[in-house]
């Protein structure tokens, strides 16, 4: 089986990015929402450029992360009435995920043998 071209999953994107910008009309947390939705694509693509080493079972994890994150954040920030109090929820759920994804990240990446 072959893997799609680069130009699918670019439209795809920008098909769910569309969505969620029209989506949010009106309403600031939702804008938010929508942006902070892309957190389980971008969370692992962050772990594994830190590390010098990331296996395929760290990759998994903070992706699952990053989808608990982008969870929690619909459930509060997402639906708040302000954008600001949106915006703010997404930052501290952005830190706590990073800091948890990197963590478990680290402790599932495969060990180096010592040189020397």
Partial sequence: REQFGI???ALAALSVAWA???GSAGRQSALVGA???WWPI???WMISRSMDACSRRSTIVS???GAVAAFS???TGGISDSGVTAALTAVAIAVVSVGVGWLLARRLAPRRAAVG
């Fill in 7 to 9: 130009e699918w999953y």
């Fill in 20 to 22: 969620g910008m029209l």
């Fill in 35 to 37: 942006l902070f939705a």
């Fill in 42 to 44: 971008l969370l692992p």
């Fill in 63 to 65: 992706t699952i992360v």
């Fill in 73 to 75: 954040f619909a459930r």
